[in-house]
């Protein structure tokens, strides 16, 4: 049995979060979601949780006996223990959201974790292993944590643990918290220092840091204060472990599990195997739909190309739905934007394999009906320049075809000749539509800021003509199959959207209402396009509340259907004629629909909430749901391959920098793309491309998902923190969050009051309260409670986290609001921008007035700020000079602009702004605002969009840099304070605030 296992035995690739005994005899890794147990010094593995879901963070009790661990077994995230060497796991935490294992108690008896809960920001808690509530060790934001001899050594900052070569305000670092709560920085770095572990053999802290390879290594700190790195490995060093007495640690390493030793520290890679089976069918066979990426369509009963999962499906439509559905595509990459040929006997799609997509042509056939038969499609693929062809759009004479290359701008293929050639240097292309005649292409594209304009251009290659030349996000443009019209819908940031439709020549504008009816059946043969004057001939359809959707049109463009919507934020399908006539909202299920198209017989088909097919009558009617299914299989390791090479793709032609930070783009894919094809799960899979993404040393990046329905229970929240040091019966409570369930009546709750059960469910020593509110958010609970006068039972209605959150913010408000007034006098205000959109600005403009009615000065506060889009909205209404004073009757005067503040001010920042909450204080600094004070921002501004990976995994590519008026880039620099103020980890738990102290000085000193 040993000689057969031994033979079947794999090598494994990246075991992760590694965690070594005590004693250096045992290691505990993550890998393939479950935790498993080797010998330190590598061979065959053995499975400790063979249970389906995903357990991480091991780490041993000081006594070697026990191991705890993170497992999302029962949700988000929970802290579990168990048997060192296996055995039933014990949930300790019972919270709805991450709890992440960090360690032990130097008595072994409790297991510290961080977690977001009540409210907080990644404290650090402590449960007893024996059961109960968790209590708060750390109330401070965390990331690492140690023990040493003194107290703790814990990690702060906001740096992705994946990012490299980051260097800024936001950088992790080091601190050490004696037991009599003073912290004391390790050392004065802008570098990355993580995971910190004491080693008593090393005499010192021992810690990963760059070194000045910008490779991350471990270092020691020594009692003397010098540093000396240990490790000189040519890459990142990450998640160590220690053994107890500091002479060993384990870490992963280039995919790999090394381990280093005292004294030399010399790295040594440890070979793992695995002779378990694989826990998912490496071949997944299965049914595809009815849910769709995207579909194209030849008429009402004709045949309807689907893409779902990376594959393209051919069926019949009939009117009550897809039938004969058939696999047309079979192949590890991915295929997608199917486009039928006019006559339908071919059909264009783009194949994405090995780093390129490629067009690929199906057919022709001699009818459109074969592509749903027995019989095998013929199909060539047309190898594109540069390695990228996006959005095929077939000539309507079926000799060429449009699409965007790498750079997004157009090109045109010639299919008889395969001729190839560049329309125009215009990049960022976002829509292109054939003119009848095959002469022109209409394009939109940015042209200020994100506002696109509609272009033309001759197919055959020319200079384009703004057609458009509107203030408002003019986008898609579509040229009527008479040849006579060009329609594109235009919105504004606002929220309005518009159809709007540009006659292209004076003759057909200035027609009658009977002659445009005719002149609509009298296509031309030869385009003719009049640009003197073209946007007075510009008429506006419709207008409604919307944003950037696109909107589908019936090939003769007298019927048009787009996403509209309502005052909850809902949407369903609109219509609306060639005339601006028969507006309607022609769905009401709020099915949110996309990918809309019209077909000649005036159906207009959508992609629903959730990914179906369905269609309506664009006058309305019965909304119809288009279901299908076909057999369908795959490669998991096809598929995770194909997924890396789409992220590898996609960064490449669509990250800001085309030199990438200066990267080896393609020595990076060689590097990490057979680790991700080994992956079997999403989040090593995510965790290696996460690691990729980090040699760019960028912001805005990550992949997340794909999303899963989660069907835990979520946690009711009260509002108390837990005393730590109460040891009697039941839960004493330490403090009450202002206005949260537990502080209005007539429940009211006071620190000193302890709780007892809830529900009838008891509470304390051993037994969990969050266990007791799990799933009780909006329900009234019966809390028994001890009072100073006595025992009573009280109604209280928990809220959901995200609720408690926000109480937590109010209160976080009102506490400065009382802090500047004090401090000012009453002659200063104070208001904080939350985030950078549409919500916040309306905050600030009732902050604005509220706040400023009768001061002379105002402190803005943008900490905690993670951006948007808005900042030149706020910029409006404090950056305009006064210009003229009105003076009523009664002596009543008003400066104009009105609502605009004219007093003094003072920004207040730190390293937690990013993204627009850094553009809006770099704008505040060139206008001379005010001073600016606190700590520099992140250096994370780059424009982002998401996208779908093939299995719905998200993808962000940063696309746009921001850069100052001298030339400076914001990303990876910052906005620095005029006035730096440094604050210490432990202030706000001590409910200090030394940078907003300064910020009212520095308004006084303004006035």
């Not at 107890?244 to 195997?273: N, Q």
């Not at 009906?369 to 499609?377: A, E, I, K, N, Q």
């Not at 043969?525 to 509340?545: A, H, K, N, P, Y």
């Not at 206008?927 to 780059?942: H, N, Q, Y």
Request: proline share 7%; with cysteine; aromatic share 10%.
């Amino acid at each position: 049995m040993i000689l057969l296992l031994s033979a079947i035995a794999m090598s494994v690739t990246d075991p992760r979060t590694p965690a070594v005994s005590p004693d250096g005899s045992r290691v505990v890794v993550s890998y393939r979601g479950d935790l498993w147990e080797a010998p330190s010094s590598g061979g065959l593995m053995r499975d400790l949780t063979p249970c389906g879901s995903f357990e991480s963070l091991p780490c041993y009790s000081p006594d070697g006996s026990t191991l705890a661990f993170t497992s999302d077994r029962t949700g988000g995230g929970d802290v579990y223990a168990m048997p060192a060497g296996g055995g039933e796991a014990v949930r300790l935490t019972w919270h709805g959201g991450l709890d992440e294992a960090e360690g032990w108690s130097a008595s072994g008896d409790s297991v510290y974790f961080i977690s977001s809960r009540e409210g907080s920001e990644s404290w650090l808690y402590s449960v007893p292993l024996s059961g109960g509530t968790p209590v708060p060790v750390v109330r401070a934001s965390l990331l690492d944590v140690a023990r040493t001899p003194g107290g703790l050594a814990v990690v702060t900052g906001v740096t992705p643990w994946w990012r490299r070569h980051y260097s800024g305000s936001g950088s992790r670092d080091v601190w050490l918290l004696s037991g009599d709560g003073a912290w004391a920085r390790l050392l004065d770095s802008p570098i990355d220092e993580r995971w910190p572990m004491w080693s008593p053999a090393g005499d010192g802290l021992i810690f990963v840091m760059e070194d000045s390879t910008g490779a991350a290594n471990l270092h020691l700190l020594s009692g003397d204060g010098s540093v000396r790195r240990l490790t000189g490995l040519p890459g990142d060093v990450t998640f160590p472990s220690m053994t107890a007495d500091g002479s060993t640690v384990m870490f992963e390493y280039a995919g790999g599990l090394f381990r280093a030793s005292f004294p030399s520290w010399e790295p040594v890679e440890v070979s793992l195997e695995c002779a378990a089976d694989l826990p998912v069918p490496p071949l997944d066979e299965g049914w595809a739909g009815p849910f769709i990426d995207a579909y194209d369509l030849t008429g009402d009963s004709g045949t309807v190309a689907l893409c779902s999962g990376g594959e393209i499906f051919c069926g019949r439509l009939t009117p009550d739905g897809i039938e004969d559905v058939r696999r047309l595509t079979e192949s590890p990459g991915r295929e997608g934007s199917p486009a039928w040929s006019p006559d339908g006997t071919m059909l264009a799609y783009t194949v994405e394999r090995d780093g390129r997509s490629d067009l690929e042509i199906a057919g022709p056939v001699l009818a459109e009906s074969l592509f749903t038969g027995f019989r095998p499609v013929p199909s060539r693929v047309l190898p594109v320049p540069g390695g990228t062809a996006l959005g095929p759009r077939w000539s309507p004479d079926g000799s060429m075809l449009a699409y965007l290359d790498r750079n997004a701008s157009i090109r045109v293929v010639q299919l008889p000749t395969g001729r190839d050639w560049e329309v125009c240097p215009a990049r960022d292309v976002i829509h292109v539509s054939w003119s009848p005649d095959c002469a022109w292409l209409a394009f939109s594209t940015p042209v200020d800021g994100h506002l696109e304009d509609v272009f033309i251009v001759p197919s055959a290659g020319g200079g384009p003509v703004d057609v458009s030349r509107h203030s408002n996000d003019d986008f898609q443009p579509t040229w009527s199959s008479d040849g006579r019209r060009l329609v594109y819908a235009s919105r504004t940031d606002g929220g309005d959207y518009s159809l709007r439709q540009l006659w292209l020549t004076r003759e057909d504008w200035e027609a009658g209402p009977e002659r445009r009816e005719e002149l609509l059946d009298e296509p031309v043969e030869t385009v003719s396009i009049e640009l003197d004057g073209l946007q007075r001939r510009t008429e506006t359809l419709c207008t409604v509340q919307g944003y950037y959707d696109f909107y589908g049109a019936s090939p003769d463009c007298r019927w048009f259907a787009f996403r509209g919507y309502d005052r909850s934020g809902g949407s369903d399908l609109w219509s609306v004629d060639w005339k601006g006539g028969n507006l309607d909202r022609i769905t009401s299920s709020g099915c949110e629909p996309y990918g809309i198209t019209i077909s000649d017989g005036y159906t207009a088909y959508f992609v629903g909430l959730g990914g179906s097919l369905q269609c309506v009558d664009v006058t309305g009617g019965a909304e119809r749901f288009l279901g299908w299914r076909c057999r369908t299989s795959g490669s998991i390791w096809d598929l995770q391959r194909q997924k890396f090479d789409e992220c590898w793709r996609l960064l490449r032609d669509g990250f800001y920098d085309t030199d990438l930070h200066g990267t080896d783009w393609d020595s990076l894919r060689t590097a990490y793309r057979d680790r991700a094809a080994a992956c079997l799960s999403n989040p090593e899979f995510n965790d290696v491309v996460n690691r990729m993404l980090g040699e760019l040393s960028a912001s805005h990046l990550g992949i997340y998902g794909p999303w899963e329905w989660d069907s835990s229970m979520d946690s009711g929240e009260l509002g108390i923190i837990p005393d730590p040091s109460w040891t009697g019966e039941g839960i004493r409570i330490d403090s009450v969050i202002p206005w949260s369930p537990a502080d209005v009546e007539p429940a009211r709750l006071v620190p000193g009051d302890v709780i007892l059960s809830i529900d009838g469910i008891p509470v304390g020593p051993g037994l969990n309260l969050y266990r007791a509110l799990s799933g009780t958010a909006g329900e009234d609970v019966a809390v028994e409670v001890w009072k100073a006068g006595g025992p009573d039972t009280v109604v209280v209605e928990p809220v959901t986290r995200w609720a408690l959150g926000g109480l937590v913010y109010e209160a976080r408000l009102e506490r400065n609001r009382r802090i500047v007034d004090r401090l000012s006098g009453g002659r200063v205000g104070y208001l904080h921008i939350p985030s950078m959109d549409d919500e916040s600005v309306a905050g600030f403009l009732a902050d604005l007035h509220a706040e400023g009615l009768g001061r002379d000065g105002m402190v803005v506060d943008i900490r905690g700020n993670g951006g948007g889009s808005t900042h030149d909205e706020i910029l409006k209404m404090l950056a305009r000079p006064s210009y003229l004073v009105s003076r009523s009757r009664g002596g009543l005067e008003s400066l104009q602009p009105l609502g605009v503040w004219q007093g003094s001010l003072a920004l207040l920042i730190d390293e937690t702004c990013f993204s627009d909450a850094e553009i809006f204080p770099a704008a505040w600094k060139e206008l001379g605002l005010g001073p600016v004070v606190g700590a520099g921002t992140f250096g994370g501004v780059i424009g982002t969009v998401d996208v779908d990976l093939v299995d719905g995994t998200g993808f962000r590519i940063p696309s746009s840099g921001w850069f100052t008026l001298s030339g400076d880039n914001l990303e990876n620099l910052g906005v620095e304070p005029d006035i730096p103020v440094a604050e210490m980890p432990g202030d706000a738990a001590g409910n200090v605030d030394r940078q907003l102290e300064e910020a009212v000085r520095a308004v006084l000193a303004e006035m």
